[in-house]
């Protein structure tokens, strides 16, 4: 056990140089954190296709191993061994960087994600921004692949997600900053400890809310869908690669939902955080997969219910609900907040992992939210009613043209 | 003063990246590879930035430099003519140009360099740790009244001008 928790010590005692048990530490623990996610992919996409075709009333796959859990490991096999095209007009060395890069810039999230009290790849002081500025990098390969691919629908497809990952990066950075907030840190592993009392998804629901609908948008799934809009682009930015490179988009983008489920789980739902996670370390990995789920599972549902949104419903969604949404509710919080600390409510330093101490700064927190989702809510519905009554009326009013030219023509 | 570990390798590399970043924003005749370039040359300052202990601004440089600005410029390249192979040649005074940006780079040297690494001597002693602040004091430093304050509201106001601006001028004459 103890070589679990703190190997280069453990390495050390045993007669190794303290230098190198270190290197080895490290090397095992980068080794792990790439290859795990790559790995688990192969399951996921098998989770995927089950549950789609559950909701689609289908079987799904059930013919490669049992209940056909090997059907990934098929694909991949068939993925690799496709012949490897490179269009003729084609920018070689950006071709072949782009698929690369989107599957990096997932997995470089995975290196500030605590999985235990004692196991995060490393604790930046600056973790959430680190997410935000490595996440960035995806529209790059995005980019780079629809340009580089010479081909008008992949350039098309590209610039649609473009657009859709830099706004919707607006209201996600503005709903984490609510939990830093209340962290009062950007790292990781501080985030996770500031919630040993309370989860922060209590306190801020509609932030959590916020950054799994932005999430959701980041990883181009659900009704945010339309950067591979069949029916309008082929296939989207992807469109003329094959074989294992597709593969590569295709396990970048599997890898970042099941990422930010994981984010969520984290700077929401407490990551690790559990019951005897302090004298078993080991176990938060298993409550950390557990909450994550939670999430993932969520996100397949939405992904599976909702029709796909148009790109101006797209836009207008994210410009006009969204961002002044998660712009009020940042505002509300942190006023809120300091409230709650003027008057002394908030859990002193000393029971900040307590849960009793911590119910005074989430009730008034919580009750905040709901003021504020009820208001939201009023808002939207007033609006859409007066949208219906506009549409309706244009629409009378279309049919009362469209008769009156009817009759002339039978007139004439 | 200059011993090769793995402070002044992982300088070098960066160094390299960012140097050679910038060579190849000039030189490239594919407007496109430049912007490319532009961004290996961004990382390598960011990296840069990591060496100097100032994470924060690292990962701001990566995420607003690489994240908004390039991808910004590239949209804009990408909606000019004849991107791929510039002939023409747009700044007939390039020599006198780089004339100045060199004697620029001389006076930045001599002025700014050389007080704090040539006569007083290496401040290699120093931990870095003991020089640079954290996150936190930066955060405090732009809202705290005795230090930073009024530069950042007047950032701000500028951004936001800048922001309506752009607004007035992008939009449509609307006859209604």
Redesign the interface.
């Known amino acids: 056990m103890d070589c679990i928790n703190n190997l280069s010590g453990c390495l050390t005692s045993g007669g190794l140089n303290p230098a190198l048990s270190q290197f080895i530490s490290i090397l095992l623990g980068v080794v792990m954190v790439t290859l795990f996610p790559l790995i688990i992919v192969i399951f996921l996409i098998w989770v995927e296709r089950k549950i789609a075709a559950r909701i689609q009333d289908r079987l799904g796959p059930n013919r490669v191993g049992p209940f056909g859990l090997l059907q990934s490991v098929a694909d991949a096999v068939k993925l690799i061994t496709k012949e490897d095209i490179t269009p003729i007009g084609a920018?070689r060395v950006?071709y072949n960087i782009a698929p690369i890069l989107s599957v990096v810039s997932v997995l470089l999230i995975w290196a500030v994600i605590p999985f235990t009290p004692l196991h995060i790849g490393v604790d930046?002081?600056?973790g959430v921004?680190?997410f935000?500025?490595?996440a960035?990098?995806a529209?790059?390969g995005i980019?780079?692949a629809g340009?580089s691919s010479n081909n008008k629908y992949a350039?098309l497809g590209a610039f649609r997600s473009?657009a859709q990952l830099?706004s919707y990066?607006v209201p996600l950075v503005m709903s984490l900053l609510v939990p830093i907030m209340l962290a009062g840190t950007?790292g990781m592993q501080d985030i996770v400890n500031a919630q040993r009392g309370m989860w922060f998804i209590v306190s801020a629901p509609i932030s959590a809310f916020l950054f799994f609908i932005a999430s959701q948008a980041e990883t181009g799934r659900g009704p945010f869908d339309l950067l591979e809009a069949e029916s309008e682009l082929v296939a989207g930015f992807n469109i003329e690669y094959s074989g294992m490179k597709f593969g590569l988009f295709f396990a970048g983008e599997f890898v970042h939902v099941l990422t930010n489920a994981l984010l969520l789980a984290t700077l929401f739902a407490g990551g690790w955080v559990g019951p005897f996670v302090d004298q078993v370390p080991l176990l938060g990995i298993v409550y950390l997969s557990v909450k994550s789920a939670v999430f993932y599972l969520a996100s397949l549902l939405l992904r599976n219910t909702v029709p796909r949104v148009r790109i101006d419903q797209l836009m207008n969604f994210n410009w006009k609900f969204l961002v002044p949404v998660s712009i009020a509710n940042l505002v509300v919080m942190a006023f809120l907040l300091k409230l709650v600390q003027t008057f002394g409510l908030s859990p002193a330093p000393d029971r900040a992992n307590d849960f009793i101490a911590n119910i005074p700064q989430a009730v008034i927190l919580l009750a905040g939210n709901i003021a504020l989702g009820f208001v939201i809510l009023t808002y939207v519905r007033n609006h859409g009613r007066r949208e219906r009554l506009a549409m309706e009326t244009s629409q009378s009013a279309g049919q009362e043209r469209e008769r009156i030219r009817h009759m002339g023509a039978v007139g004439d | 003063m200059f011993e090769l570990n793995a402070q002044s390798l992982t300088f070098a590399v960066f160094s390299i990246l960012t140097l050679g970043g910038g060579a190849g924003v000039v030189y490239s005749r594919n407007l496109i590879h430049s912007a490319l370039y532009l961004i290996v040359s961004l990382f390598g300052v960011s990296g840069l930035f990591i060496l100097l202990s100032a994470p924060f601004l690292a990962a701001v440089q990566v995420l607003v430099y690489i994240g908004a600005i390039a991808i910004l410029i590239i949209f804009a390249v990408m909606l000019t003519q004849s991107m791929t192979q510039m002939r023409a040649i747009l700044n007939r005074q390039a020599w006198l140009s780089a004339l100045v940006m060199g004697l620029m780079f001389v006076l930045l040297v001599v002025a700014v360099i050389w007080p704090v690494f040539g006569t007083g001597g290496s401040r290699a002693d120093i931990p870095v740790s003991d020089m640079v602040a954290t996150t936190r004091d930066l955060g405090v430093a732009l809202v705290d009244g005795n230090q930073y304050v009024l530069p950042f509201e007047v950032a701000s106001l500028l951004l936001t001008a800048a922001m309506i601006g752009a607004i007035v001028i992008a939009r449509d004459e609307d006859p209604k």
């Open positions: 920018d950006v930046l002081e600056i921004l680190y935000l500025a490595v960035s990098l529209t790059l980019m780079m340009w350039l473009v830099v990066e950007m």
